[in-house]
């Protein structure tokens, strides 16, 4: 197995830096952020960040709206892909999408697995970015 971060870095950050142009193109009142961060660095969680922030000024209530790939334990024998989900923030908390609903080992296959499913996530970003609320 390769270097988790860098390997999953090196499958998904291409392609959300240009979806993260094609958001900011489509929904110019939207803030967008690229996520590429460590997480719990000084916690035993030691997780990594992947994805795309959007926040809806403009709604009301106020609210974002977050495309994220979460790896945990990254520093250990057993390094996990904590989440890959489309996520509504406060008020509301709503998984649009998800693609396990646990986390899960991460090996080469699991990688690629999100690797495959990064484009289903990114159609749900936008469905719901054009929607501009979670589904009733």
């Known amino acids: 197995m390769t270097q988790p971060i860098e390997h999953l870095r090196g499958l998904l950050l291409p392609r959300l830096r240009q979806a993260l142009g094609r958001i900011q193109d489509r929904f110019p009142d939207v803030e967008t952020e690229l996520l590429d961060c460590t997480v719990g660095s000084h916690t035993s969680y030691q997780g990594y960040h992947l994805g795309i922030d959007c926040d809806l000024v403009l709604s009301r209530p106020p609210t974002s709206l977050t495309l994220e790939v979460s790896m945990c334990h990254t520093r250990s024998a057993e390094p996990q892909i904590d989440c890959a989900h489309v996520v509504w923030g406060q008020p509301y908390g709503d998984i649009e999408a998800e693609l396990f609903a646990d986390p899960v080992g991460y090996t080469d296959h699991t990688a690629a697995e999100v690797s495959q499913g990064l484009d ?17």
């Open 120 to 136: 289903e996530l990114l159609v749900r970003l936008e469905a719901a970015l054009e929607r501009g609320a979670p589904v009733q």
